[in-house]
T-cell receptor, first 115, second 114 residues
Framework: DSGVTQTPKHLITATGQRVTLRCSPR?????VYWYQQSLDQGLQFLIQ???????AKGNILERFSAQQFPDLHSELNLSSLELGDSALYFC??????????????FGEGSWLTVV | AQKITQTQPGMFVQEKEAVTLDCTYD???????LFWYKQPSSGEMIFLIY??????QNATEGRYSLNFQKARKSANLVISASQLGDSAMYFC???????????FGQGTELSVKP
């Protein structure tokens, strides 16, 4: 158990719908990352937050948004869903946003299927 | 730009034998970290081992060791005494000091044969 908690573990939704994925980082971790894993794109970095502030942005679509709340949990919102958004979405956390020896731990992922 | 390359899409190893999974990287940052993760078929991403660019010794964690050759920009994972439960996808990843995000390789699928 990495200590990073993601919910829901699985969800199936229709095209055009909106879903919210939730992440609770490990105790003491201030930085949260979101990744998307699909068969054709591999593991893609979406976005990073540190202590409530956006730190870095990757290949995140405009239809997607995220935030980190004062209690440090984070949510990834996916809207106007398309079939191609079907993927495994990971949340990860670390103590600090960068630096040496700063291990990043992943949650178990949220499997999203868009039908 | 950072890049991680794993050239072995799939590998087989006999149970109880050692196996090396290759990883090469490219970065212009003098300070960086290298990670290996295991992803079993159930999907979770499990942290295995970390090597810092300034670490003098190769990292070890139980049956896992990282063969770090800085001049060659390689960070190969060695798994000793393979077990059936080691069958999984293995990802090499890198993070530069200033950047927080991990960049992943394409992964190597390891199959352990009884």
């Amino acid at each position: 158990d990495s200590g990073v908690t993601q919910t829901p573990k699985h969800l199936i939704t229709a095209t055009g719908q909106r879903v919210t994925l939730r992440c609770s980082p490990r105790s003491g971790d201030l930085s949260v990352y979101w990744y998307q894993q699909s068969l054709d794109q591999g593991l893609q970095f979406l976005i990073q937050y540190y202590n409530g502030e956006e730190r870095a942005k990757g290949n995140i679509l405009e239809r997607f948004s995220a935030q980190q709340f004062p209690d440090l949990h984070s949510e990834l919102n996916l809207s106007s869903l398309e079939l191609g958004d079907s993927a495994l979405y990971f949340c990860a956390s670390s103590v600090a946003p960068g630096g040496d020896g700063n291990t990043i731990y992943f949650g178990e992922g949220s499997w999203l299927t868009v039908v | 730009a950072q890049k991680i390359t794993q050239t072995q899409p799939g590998m087989f190893v006999q149970e109880k034998e050692a196996v090396t999974l290759d990883c090469t990287y490219d970065t212009s940052d003098p300070s960086y970290g290298l990670f290996w993760y295991k992803q079993p078929s159930s999907g979770e991403m499990i942290f295995l081992i970390y090597q810092g660019s300034y670490d003098q010794q190769n990292a070890t964690e139980g049956r896992y060791s990282l063969n770090f050759q800085k001049a060659r920009k390689s960070a190969n994972l060695v798994i000793s005494a393979s077990q059936l439960g080691d069958s999984a996808m293995y990802f090499c990843a890198m993070r530069e000091r200033q950047g927080g995000k991990l960049i992943f390789g394409q992964g190597t699928e390891l199959s352990v044969k009884p």
